[in-house]
T-cell receptor, first 113, second 112 residues
Framework: KQEVTQIPAALSVPEGENLVLNCSFT??????LQWFRQDPGKGLTSLLL?????REQTSGRLNASLDKSSGRSTLYIAASQPGDSATYLC????????????FGTGTLLAVQP | DAGVIQSPRHEVTEMGQEVTLRCKPI?????LFWYRQTMMRGLELLIY????????DSGMPEDRFSAKMPNASFSTLKIQPSEPRDSAVYFC??????????FGPGTRLTVL
């Protein structure tokens, strides 16, 4: 079964700290992986899409890495700010004909001022 | 770019009533997805379309749910009859096939 796991479920850090969120997937035959954030009561905002042929992707203070062989992706947030507080979800699109995303359960991040 | 547009944003209805949720995808996108999110079950894919054709509806909970995409710029998700357990936030998302998905703001449905 193709599953996506995110650990920890919740994380609290002081402002200014660099942090890493983890995403694990069970099948290495992925097509691409997408990171989202969701603010309370809002929709999902796409942060980064990383293709299976890429090792990492960067956007501002965010850097996503992908290691297919170990079934892992990380989202690195530099110099965290209170505005980064949200739930972060990773989602995997596996190979083959499917266009479906398999979502992890998310990591709830709180950045304390 | 207006992004994915959903309407209504909030819907409160009584058990047994028909509910219709609407979605306008981003112009040029050829894939459209309907999701449901609850505290208990998280984010669930209900159905998705490629080029207006339903590809996978295995997530549709039961026959009370139906979805249509009559053209590339419009889709509906209908629940008839609605039940209290259908209360959730329903999201629509769109993308180019196999590419980055963009979500709408969601419709918060409450069935009394």
């Amino acid at each position: 079964k193709q599953e996506v796991t995110q650990i920890p479920a919740a994380l609290s850090v002081p402002e200014g700290e660099n942090l890493v969120l983890n995403c694990s997937f069970t099948d290495s035959a992925i097509y691409n992986l997408q990171w989202f954030r969701q603010d309370p009561g809002k929709g999902l905002t796409s942060l980064l899409l990383i293709q299976s042929s890429q090792r990492e992707q960067t956007s501002g203070r965010l850097n996503a890495s992908l290691d297919k062989s170990s079934g892992r992706s990380t989202l690195y947030i530099a110099a965290s700010q209170p505005g980064d507080s949200a739930t972060y979800l990773c989602a995997v699109r596996y190979g083959g004909a499917t266009n479906k995303l398999i979502f992890g359960t998310g990591t709830l991040l709180a950045v304390q001022p | 770019d207006a992004g994915v547009i959903q309407s209504p944003r909030h819907e409160v209805t009584e058990m047994g009533q028909e509910v219709t949720l609407r979605c306008k995808p981003i112009s040029g996108h050829n894939s459209l997805f309907w999701y449901r999110q609850t505290m208990m079950r998280g984010l669930e894919l209900l159905i998705y379309f490629n080029n207006n054709v339903p590809i996978d509806d295995s997530g549709m909970p039961e026959d009370r749910f139906s979805a249509k995409m009559p053209n590339a710029s419009f889709s509906t998700l209908k629940i008839q009859p609605s039940e209290p357990r259908d209360s959730a936030v329903y999201f629509c998302a769109s993308s180019l096939v196999y590419n980055e998905q963009f979500f709408g703001p969601g419709t918060r449905l409450t069935v009394l």
